[in-house]
């Protein structure tokens, strides 16, 4: 059973569409955290939410992580061909808050 | 370089074989931690080590893997008598080791079992 759930699971778009993408969980997690993965390289972090309710904005991209903090949105406005790459959620649980579990992503691709 | 470096990125054994994976963190990082990502999977935690304490090597899959960190520096990925399903990109990270700071990836090192 995956612990948090993304969706969808595959995106492609075109350039200055807006799109929305979700992490989901029965879990409750202190924190919650956002990366993009391009090909051949790791995991960068774009942001860390952590208290339920939080709205996070990052030039085009807008975060929220739920009221009860067992969910997670990420909102890209005027998607452009360099937003595309594999978008990862990973939550934080109680006293082992080091030890991230990941979803399994959302492919985003954006035509140009 | 300034962020964490792997090594070998790319490495092709034979099914029985051993390997290692290398990972130097960034200077100052006390916090190491090993991920292994599978072809449409998440990241999967392996295995956390932090300062002088005992890691936490729950998330390893079986008893052929092992890791250690030298001097809380450098850290190896041992993985014995491979199997087919060791195939993935094995991903590792570092932090400054206080809880929900930002954990820093290194580019992976791409394992494939023939």
């Known amino acids: 059973t995956q612990l948090l759930e993304q969706s969808p699971q595959f995106l492609s778009i075109q350039e200055g569409e807006n799109l929305t993408v979700y992490c989901n969980s029965s879990s409750v997690f202190s924190s919650l955290q956002w990366y993009r993965q391009e090909p051949g390289e790791g995991p960068v972090l774009l942001v860390t939410?952590?208290?339920?309710?939080e709205v996070k904005k990052l030039k085009r991209l807008t975060f929220q992580f739920g009221d009860a903090r067992k969910d997670s949105s990420l909102h890209i406005t005027a998607a452009q061909p360099g937003d595309t790459g594999l978008y990862l959620c990973?939550?934080?649980?109680?006293?082992?808050?080091?030890?991230?579990?990941f979803g399994k992503g959302t492919l985003l691709t954006v035509n140009p | 370089g300034a962020g964490v470096s792997q090594s070998p990125s790319n490495k092709v054994t034979e099914k029985g074989k051993d390997v290692e994976l290398r990972c130097d963190p960034i200077s100052g990082h006390t916090a190491l931690y090993w991920y292994r990502q599978s072809l449409g999977q998440g990241l999967e935690f392996l295995i956390y080590f932090q300062g002088n304490s005992a890691p936490d090597k729950s998330g390893l899959p079986s008893d052929r893997f092992s890791a250690e960190r030298t001097g809380g520096s450098v850290s190896t990925l041992t993985i014995q008598r491979t199997q087919q399903e060791d195939s993935a990109v094995y991903l590792c990270?570092?932090?400054?080791?206080?809880?929900?700071?930002?954990?820093?990836f290194g580019d992976g090192t791409r394992l494939s079992i023939l």
């Open positions: 990973a939550g934080a649980r109680g006293g082992s808050n080091y030890k991230l579990t």
């Open positions: 990270a570092s932090s400054r080791g206080h809880s929900n700071q930002p954990q820093h």
């Open positions: 939410v952590v208290t339920g309710g």
